[in-house]
């Protein structure tokens, strides 16, 4: 009960911040967070660097992906010391990824991808797990049982990806092929739920020149689809079926990146299908073919209150506001947009 309990009340808490997002983000004063002043000009104004809500959200949707990874791995009363470490090894090899990939990719130095990250860590991580839990075992420390971890980190994957697409709804980017332009079922699949950015700095304005027009809602599809996979990963996690909901995890999310490409306008690469298609695709069998490389260690089952507890550590939830901080000035300072400020006196205010 206190399972089903937490999943549909997290449910619906995801459920509301996405309906917000869907409905307010593609706006244009939702881009811009705030605007710092750097220098001085000629003319008398400052020019400014844009923090912006595609950084927040980011770091938003960040955050609950790693409660959730520390929820679910302190069911299972995993080594705190263990577990940072696979945490930090992994983020140092995705966040890096993010921008090389997409800039071998896309050819641009000031892109993101989480595609391109999300590969590069699927492909590593359990190999990092086995690095570890072989020097876990030199220093006769304890262990960390491999599919459990992937996949709590499959599903906070899922959470994250979900609620950060609402990052890009913000930045106008992974946007959808105009409704227009599609097929007839297409359009009467999904002309009532179309998407408008207004706005000239949005990236779908000023790369494709589809301000004002009635686009696929190919972000808040995959918010939606993910969100909900992941409870129902949540729900297998806590049921004790690690393996099921790992490999569930990657077929879903993996499976509709290389679906979801199809339906969005952005510029993604040449080819039949994208580079960012074929790591996606890669990924599911090299998923399935993981239970055959990795021997299975016994674990007590899962003990929802323990991990809510677990999290409830006043170190912990420190580190993660400054988890949140770090992502936020990671992916918030605009380097695609700038401003230009003045500033003046109310003088009847004196």
Known sequence: MTNLLFILVFGCLCGIYLIWGVLVLPQ?????LATLP???????????????????????????????FLILTGTLQLPLSTMGTFIVALLAVCIPASR?????VEKKAHTLTVGGAVFVGLIVAPWLLGALNLLAKQTHAEVLPVYPVLAALGIS??????????????????YGKPIDECSALIQKLF???????????KKASYASNL????????????????????????????????IPAFV???IVTQGWRVLSELLRADYRGSGMLTAYQWMSALAIPYALLLPSLFSVQPVDAPNLWQGLTFLWHPGLLLTLQIFWLFIFLLTGCSAVTGATLSFHVHHERI
């Open 28 to 32: 244009e004063r939702w881009q811009i």
């Open 38 to 68: 750097k220098h001085r000009t000629e003319g008398g104004a400052w020019d400014g660097i844009n923090l912006t809500w595609y950084g927040c959200l980011s770091a938003n949707a960040y955050l609950v992906a790693l409660a959730v």
């Open 100 to 104: 090389l990939v997409a800039r071998v």
């Open 157 to 174: 994957y899922a959470f994250g990806e979900g609620l950060g697409r609402l990052a890009c709804l913000s930045f106008g980017c992974c």
């Open 191 to 201: 002309a009532p739920l179309t998407i408008q950015y207004f706005g000239t700095t």
């Open 211 to 242: 301000e004002g027009v009635r686009v696929l809602p190919v972000q808040a599809l995959t918010a939606a689809l993910y969100v909900l996979s992941g409870l129902f990963g949540i729900a297998l996690f806590l049921s004790g079926f690690f």
């Open 248 to 250: 569930l995890m990657v």
